[in-house]
C-alpha cells in the first residue's frame, strides 16, 4: 500500500455567520478572537504543525479579512518599526510567498460544495478539511494525530467524538467497525440522523483527511440534510471502496459556533496563559464565591 504524503489543507471559510450576528454582519465569523488570535489562525497554526504545506481558502463575498491576516500589513509594521516595537507578534500570520491560494464560493451551498470548489488546487492529492469553528486543544494539535495516524493506515480519516445519545442528530455519525487504540473502522457514515435512530455515538467532528476521488462523487452529489450538499454524504458513497477510520482526538473540543462555546474556549486559553490567567481567575472567583 502507497500512502501518498499529505501537503494541502481546504479551509472552508465561506459561511455566513449567522449564529453571531450582528458581529458578523461584517467581519468573518473565523476572524473572531480566542483572547487575541483569531481561529482562523489556531487552524492554520494546526496544519502547520502536521506538516502541511500549502493552505487553501474557500472564501465568500465579505471575506477580504482573511486575506488581510495572512498578508504583510506594511503600515502597521512601518509605524511599529518606527516605534521600536517587535514585529515578532506577526510572524504566525506570514505564510510562505505561495502557500496560501484562495477560491471563491459563490453561494453558500454546504460543506460538500465548499470542498468541491478546492478541486482544480487539490488536484490529484489527498488533502485534509479544518472547520475553524472547530476548536481543538491537544498536545500534540488534533490535525498531527491525524496525519500519524494516516502515515499508518493510509485512506481517509475522520476526526471522532464521542457525543451524548440525545445530541447525535446534530452530528454526522459514525456505524463503527473494530477498533484498535483512539482508530475506529468506519462501516458507514449518516448525517444528523432522527432521534433514536444512531448507529452509534461516535460523531464526526470538523477535522478530515481525504483522498482526492470524494471530488469526483462530491461533483454529482445532490443535497442532503438541510438542503445542502454534504460532504458525510459523498464520503459514505466511497465507503467500502477506499479505507476510512476514525481518529478519536486525544484532547477537548470547543463548538466555537455556538455562543457557549466561543466563550468556553477563551475562558480555557486565557486559563493556560500566564499573562492573564491570575486575573481572569481572580474574576471568576469574585463571580462564583465558594
Known amino acids: 500500500m502507497t500512502i501518498k504524503p ?10 455566513l455567520g449567522t449564529r453571531f450576528l450582528p458581529a458578523t454582519k461584517a467581519m468573518p465569523k473565523e476572524m473572531l478572537p480566542v483572547v487575541d488570535r ?16 500549502q493552505m487553501i481558502f474557500v472564501t465568500g463575498r465579505g471575506k ?5 491576516h495572512f498578508d504583510i500589513a506594511y ?8 516605534r521600536g516595537k517587535s514585529l515578532e507578534i506577526l510572524d504566525a500570520t506570514r505564510l510562505k510567498p505561495g502557500a496560501v491560494a484562495y477560491v471563491r464560493q459563490q453561494e453558500p451551498m454546504g460543506l460538500g460544495h ?17 472547520l475553524a469553528d ?12 491525524m496525519v500519524d495516524a494516516y502515515n499508518k493506515v493510509g485512506g481517509n480519516l475522520i476526526c471522532a467524538e464521542i457525543v451524548p445519545d440525545d445530541q447525535t442528530h446534530r452530528y454526522g455519525i459514525i456505524t463503527p467497525g ?6 475506529t473502522e468506519v462501516k458507514g457514515l449518516v448525517e444528523k440522523p432522527a432521534p433514536g435512530t444512531a448507529p452509534s455515538n461516535l460523531s464526526v467532528i470538523g477535522r478530515y483527511i481525504l483522498q482526492p476521488e470524494v471530488m469526483r462523487v462530491l461533483e454529482k452529489q445532490g443535497k442532503g440534510a438541510g438542503g445542502e450538499i454534504q460532504l458525510t454524504d459523498a464520503m459514505a458513497q466511497m465507503i467500502g471502496d477506499q479505507r476510512f477510520h476514525g481518529v478519536t482526538f486525544a484532547g477537548t473540543r470547543y463548538d466555537c459556533g455556538d455562543k457557549a462555546g466561543f466563550i468556553q474556549a477563551n475562558i480555557a486559553v486565557a486559563l493556560e496563559r500566564e499573562d492573564i490567567a491570575p486575573a481572569i481567575r481572580e474574576f471568576m472567583a469574585s463571580r462564583c464565591p465558594g
Open 134 to 145: 472547530d476548536f481543538m486543544l491537544g498536545k500534540p494539535g488534533c490535525l498531527k494525530q
Open 178 to 183: 473494530a477498533q484498535d487504540g483512539a482508530l
Open 6 to 15: 499529505l501537503r494541502k489543507a481546504v479551509f472552508p471559510v465561506g459561511g
Open 114 to 130: 465548499a470542498v468541491w470548489c478546492a478541486r482544480d488546487i487539490v488536484g490529484d492529492e489527498p488533502f485534509a478539511v479544518l
Open 38 to 53: 483569531p481561529l482562523i489562525q489556531y487552524a492554520v497554526d494546526e496544519a502547520l504543525e502536521a506538516g502541511i504545506e
Open 75 to 82: 503600515e502597521l509594521e512601518t509605524t511599529m518599526s518606527a
Open 64 to 68: 477580504s479579512a482573511i486575506e488581510d
